[in-house]
């Protein structure tokens, strides 16, 4: 299992390479900068849905000193209860990335692609095809003409890799639908059923 593990984690680095080619591409000569921003997309309130991923974290969790590691899991903790408290009053949460250092994610090697994918125009094919158009961030210079990103080679290579990371055990394993934080706070996935 270790070394499938090392093998997928090689072809998941390089997705992520991809995946910011791809917005690189995107944001082209646009200009768009998060610099200076004060809706910080690390607020957002979002849920990851791959094993693949969530052991990718922890990988880079592991590789951190310890103090600075406990500092993130007592603040994934936090977030935790805040987004519990907001969803119990049928609010929308709204709390800061638990990896989030003055505005720089402390694991940005090992962030997660809704993270890395976050904030410019993109399409995504439908189950039947039809292609979805999403505007991205408020501040991004739509009227430079830039070219949406499309995710949907990217999600299908992402979802081929989680496929060959849990080979089998897919069927059996329970659906990921959990926060950064959550994934923190559980630890790392339980991979045997």
Same mark, same amino acid.
Request: glycine share 8%.
């Given at each position: 299992?270790?070394r499938n593990?090392?093998?997928?984690?090689?072809?998941?680095?390089?997705?992520?390479?991809?995946?910011q /080619?791809?917005?690189?591409?995107?944001?082209?000569?646009?200009?768009?900068?998060?610099?200076?921003?004060?809706?910080?997309?690390?607020?957002?309130?979002?849920q990851?849905?791959?094993?693949?991923?969530?052991?990718?974290?922890?990988?880079?969790?592991?590789?951190?000193?310890?103090?600075?590691?406990? /500092?993130?899991?007592?603040?994934? /903790?936090?977030?935790v209860?805040?987004?519990?408290?907001?969803?119990?009053?049928?609010?929308?949460?709204?709390?800061?990335?638990?990896?989030?250092?003055?505005?720089?994610?402390?694991?940005?090697?090992?962030r997660?692609?809704?993270?890395?994918?976050?904030?410019v125009?993109?399409?995504?094919?439908?189950?039947?095809?039809q292609?979805?158009?999403?505007?991205?961030?408020?501040?991004?210079?739509?009227?430079?003409?830039?070219?949406?990103l499309?995710?949907?080679?990217?999600?299908?290579?992402?979802?081929?890799?989680?496929m060959?990371?849990l080979?089998?055990?897919?069927?059996?394993?329970?659906?990921?639908?959990?926060t950064?934080?959550?994934?923190?706070?559980?630890?790392?996935?339980?991979?045997t059923?």
């Amino acid at each position: 299992m270790k070394r499938n593990r090392t093998g997928v984690f090689r072809r998941l680095e390089a997705l992520y390479a991809r995946m910011q /080619q791809a917005y690189d591409t995107t944001v082209g000569e646009t200009g768009f900068t998060c610099q200076g921003c004060e809706n910080n997309c690390c607020t957002s309130y979002f849920q990851h849905h791959t094993y693949v991923e969530w052991s990718f974290l922890f990988k880079g969790l592991d590789d951190l000193p310890a103090e600075k590691r406990e /500092q993130y899991m007592t603040r994934a /903790q936090d977030y935790v209860h805040a987004a519990q408290d907001s969803l119990n009053k049928g609010e929308r949460p709204s709390a800061m990335c638990p990896l989030n250092d003055d505005g720089l994610c402390g694991l940005y090697r090992h962030r997660l692609m809704i993270c890395r994918l976050h904030g410019v125009p993109h399409v995504l094919a439908g189950r039947m095809g039809q292609l979805n158009e999403y505007p991205g961030c408020f501040r991004f210079p739509n009227e430079a003409g830039a070219n949406p990103l499309d995710r949907t080679p990217l999600y299908r290579e992402l979802a081929k890799l989680e496929m060959d990371f849990l080979g089998s055990r897919m069927a059996r394993l329970p659906k990921v639908n959990l926060t950064l934080a959550e994934m923190m706070v559980q630890g790392p996935p339980k991979l045997t059923t």
